[in-house]
């Protein structure tokens, strides 16, 4: 089994999330490998960019998932572990890269999102950092 480590971002700008509809018509959230010599973080704001154009900040951790699948390329299992990172988008433009096999995305308010999203396990991270983003918010308010 080829055991991977990614990051990816829960991408928010106000009360909107970033998903994304890959080629199989899955919609979810920006991710990618991260190879020697990068850090996790780094990475998730990268793949936020370059999957769907969107320049943001990460705001804290939103949590660890994982999954397993084959890969017929590679002719192996495949376990992904996910480090996920709350991200704050500057603006709400984005740029959908059809290159990376995306055909569609965009900011989608929580609720809508959540009924697109195809996986449980991203409709609970959205959930969750989205409590944890308000939380945030209503801290900051208080400073």
């Keep these: 089994m080829l055991f991977r480590n990614c990051a990816g971002g829960v991408v928010f700008k106000e009360d909107k999330v970033l998903i994304l509809q890959n080629d199989k018509k899955e919609w979810v959230l920006p991710k990618g490998v991260v190879r020697a010599n990068q850090i ?38 495949v376990y992904n572990k996910i480090t996920w990172f709350i991200m704050e988008a500057t603006e709400e433009k984005f740029n959908i890269n059809k290159d990376l096999g995306f055909i569609d995305g965009g900011f989608f308010s929580v609720d809508e999102a959540l009924e697109k999203i195809s996986y449980s396990q991203d409709k609970s991270l959205v959930r969750v950092s989205y409590q944890r983003l308000k939380k945030l918010e209503a801290i900051e308010k208080l400073a």
Excluded: D, L, M, W
């Design 40 to 77: 996790h973080n780094e990475v998730a704001i990268n793949r936020v960019s370059e999957e769907a154009g969107v320049a943001a900040q990460i705001i804290g951790p939103a949590g660890e998932t994982s999954y397993e699948f084959y890969s017929h390329s590679r002719k192996q299992p």
